[in-house]
């Protein structure tokens, strides 16, 4: 069965501060800031080929989850390409005091760290680019 559904087109994640929270997405992961609002109540980026709606939110309310079996669960996965861009990408996070979890063996191809930012939103970064991208973009 062929998906009627083209691709994703947009992930919410509730923060705070738009505003601070955009700068952090630009300055750290190189979004792109695309639209904040007058009032700061959201602001639109440009990541990774997708696009992020940060949505003003209460204190504490964060986009994670707990699963049954898993635990800490997060809104999505930032790929790059390989283990040693995955490894430079955690050098200069640190670098510039992003809090960055240590590379993990979770079992499967690849390795990945947890990412976290100023709201405590937790992100997983994995070092595995799927096939479909790299044919898409020819990446090697």
């Known amino acids: ?18 505003r601070r929270t955009s700068e952090w997405f630009c300055t ?15 602001a639109i980026l440009n990541l990774a080929h997708q696009s992020f709606i940060l949505i003003q939110s209460e204190k504490g309310t964060l ?27 955690q050098k200069e996070l640190q670098e510039k005091g992003v809090s960055v979890g240590e590379i993990e063996d979770r079992g499967h191809p690849g390795r990945n760290f947890i990412i976290t930012d100023p709201d405590g939103n937790k992100y997983d970064v994995w070092s595995e680019l799927s096939v479909e991208f790299k044919q898409k973009y020819n990446i090697n």
């Open 63 to 89: 986009a994670n989850f707990h699963t049954i079996n898993d635990g800490l669960m997060f809104p999505c996965s930032f790929e790059v390409n390989g283990i040693e861009a995955l490894i430079q990408l």
């Open 1 to 18: 069965m062929s998906s009627k559904l083209v691709r994703v087109g947009t992930i919410y994640l509730p923060v705070t501060n738009p």
């Open 28 to 42: 750290n992961l190189g979004a792109e800031l695309i639209h904040l609002d007058e009032g700061n109540n959201h």
